[in-house]
């Protein structure tokens, strides 16, 4: 009997010291303690997981570990350590965590959240090839009839607070035509109603560590009927909307229901001399998810960004007046702004960038996942882990950006220019991927090596088109309205400081803001683009 029992103390014994010993050999970053099995899961559920982690990085660095159940955790805080990682290394960090969530909700066609391989990259292909940098301003035309459409609803909606949901409509129309040809009226449209419920389940799915199903895969077996069994419930009431998203759009273009150039139609030509029925079959699927995603990925993010710069703007009459000196003397009071301004206009592309990075739009990036084991600065990473990066903190470091929670676009400018020395928060608040060959990628002439590698970055493929939208609404709004704090019903003005909410996708909130015209010249030029 002691003889078992002695046994089975020294059997923990030497098995705890061979855990000591492995783990002294392969160190794990720091990080805040966890619980024993669920580790830190409570952690995750926090309102503004973006600011709890950046106080903890005060303790524990820039590279910190955590685990939720069996699942492990990097949150990167520092740029250069996200670029080490997912740019220079992107043959280990360029996956995505399988998520279980999303493959009961129906999301799990989105790329952003897809394991890397062959699916992941034909849909990335479809979307490369109609949105890389050469081909976006092909879609100018459309953005500018939809925005100049915004600016005379503008006019209309000069009271006491500005209805924003004109934004989320502009930028609905816009993406809906160029996509899918397809033109709608209002918000009240079915296609809209679906891809705004569909998001919900999107961001719904997406609250830090609300689903622990994610982190504990087997739970996904539970049945719906089992009390607390709440994200079976959920799952099921989600998958035929997403559906409905993915397919009615699609399928009113395959089936000749629109008659708009979009990139359907394009990717739909080219499936179309496809002699296997199989393989077609396929790359039609591909197509459709690659349009989805497109679709859900341009409308939350830009809407997040317009609101930080209406936000913005609403508390900073200041910046709002700088901004117009340099349009009148670009553009002049005799017509609106064009995207051939946008090289002439560098403030207005200083506040372009510090609403990207004031308010950041996807405060923890979007998360990859390390499909080996590594080690970075000692460190043992392994295989399986989970990288998030904590953009919001990288963009609100106060030794790259003073004063970080203040609006000020003036931080990107040195005599009169932008100023190269300030990091481009573009370089992080459109994500981590393989960067380092963006910028020659077609002005070489089209290498086809430059071109695959290109193409497997997995940072946002629509980050030119989100630019040329925000870049033409914001010149056009500046030169044509004041914008102002919004009144109460006493005839006070509110505070229109916003603060950052939300989960994957977030938004700057209250909306306290509201537009007025800038005069009677600006009110012609906005009627005239009707003509
Ligand atoms: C302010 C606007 C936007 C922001 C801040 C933003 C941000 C991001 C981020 C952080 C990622 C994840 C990249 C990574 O894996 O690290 C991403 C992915 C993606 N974005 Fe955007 N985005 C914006 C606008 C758009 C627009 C306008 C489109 C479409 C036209 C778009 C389409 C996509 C797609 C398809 C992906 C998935 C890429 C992949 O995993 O291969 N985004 N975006």
């Known amino acids: 009997m002691v003889s078992t029992v002695t046994m089975i103390v020294l059997a923990i014994l030497s098995i705890t010291v061979i855990v000591l010993r492995r783990n002294r050999l392969r160190p794990l970053p720091p990080g805040p303690p966890g619980w024993p099995i669920i580790g830190n899961l409570f952690d995750l559920q926090q309102e503004f997981p973006w600011i709890t982690y950046s106080n903890w990085s005060k303790t524990y660095g820039n590279i910190m570990f955590m685990r939720a159940l069996t699942t492990p955790m990097l949150i990167v805080s520092s740029p250069d350590i996200a670029f080490d990682l997912m740019d220079k290394r992107s043959a280990i960090y360029s996956s995505k965590p399988t998520s279980v969530v999303d493959e009961m909700t129906g999301w799990d066609f989105a790329l952003s959240l897809m394991p890397y391989g062959q699916r992941w990259r034909n849909i990335r292909r479809n979307v490369h090839e109609h949105f890389h940098q050469m081909v976006t301003p092909n879609y100018r035309d459309k953005q500018t009839k939809h925005i100049h459409a915004f600016l005379r609803q503008c006019l209309g909606n000069t009271a006491k607070q500005f209805n924003s949901t004109l934004v989320r409509q502009l930028l609905a129309t816009t993406v809906l035509d160029v996509v899918y040809g397809i033109r709608i009226k209002d918000m009240d449209d079915d ?8 998001l919900e389940v999107f961001g719904e799915s997406k609250i830090s560590g609300k689903y622990w199903v994610d982190f504990m895969p087997v739970l ?22 997403v559906e409905e998203m ?34 077609k079959k396929e790359e039609e699927m591909y197509a459709k998810y690659a349009t989805g995603i497109l679709y859900s990925g341009a409308v939350e993010t830009t809407f997040s960004l317009l609101q930080t710069f209406f936000c913005g703007m609403a508390m900073r009459p200041d910046i709002q007046q700088r901004a117009r ?41 979007v998360p990859h996942s390390a499909t080996q084991d590594d080690y970075y600065d000692g460190y043992f990473i392994p295989s399986g882990t989970i990288i998030v990066p904590n953009a919001w903190h990288m963009l609100h470091n106060p030794e790259e950006y003073p004063e970080p929670d203040k609006f000020n676009p003036d931080r990107f400018i040195k005599d009169g220019k932008i100023n190269p020395a300030i990091r481009d928060p573009a370089t992080i608040a459109f994500g981590f991927g393989r960067r380092s060959v963006r910028s020659d990628v077609h002005e070489t002439g089209y290498s086809q090596i430059l071109f695959i590698l290109y193409m497997l970055a ?25 914008v102002k704090p919004s009144i109460d019903e006493n005839g006070h003005e509110l505070d229109p400081t916003p603060q950052l909410h939300g989960s994957m996708v977030s938004f ?12 009677e010249a600006a009110e012609k030029l906005v009627h005239a683009t009707e003509l």
């Not at 553009?331 to 960038?353: C, K, N, S």
Request: aromatic fraction near 10%; charged fraction near 25%.
């Open 191 to 198: 296609y809209i109603k679906t891809i705004v419920e569909a």
């Open 325 to 365: 000196q340099e349009l009148d003397s670009v553009v002049g009071p005799e017509r609106l702004p064009t995207y051939d301004d946008q090289d002439h206009l560098p403030y207005v592309q200083a506040i372009f960038m510090e609403c990207l990075r004031w308010m950041t739009t996807v405060p923890l990036g």
């Open 246 to 279: 993915l397919n009615r759009p699609f399928n009113a273009v395959r089936d000749g229901e629109t008659h708009n150039d979009c990139v359907a139609l394009s990717m739909l030509a080219k499936i179309e001399s496809q002699p296997d029925i199989e393989k």
């Open 220 to 241: 996904k077996y539970v049945p719906r009927w089992v009390p607390g069994a709440a994200f079976a419930k959920f799952a099921a009431r989600s998958r035929p909307v």
């Open 458 to 482: 997995s940072i946002c493929p629509g980050r030119h088109f989100a630019k040329d939208t925000a870049f033409l609404v914001i010149a056009s709004i500046l030169h044509t309205f004041d």
């Open 508 to 519: 700057p909130s209250p909306l306290n803001y509201r537009l007025k015209s800038r005069s």
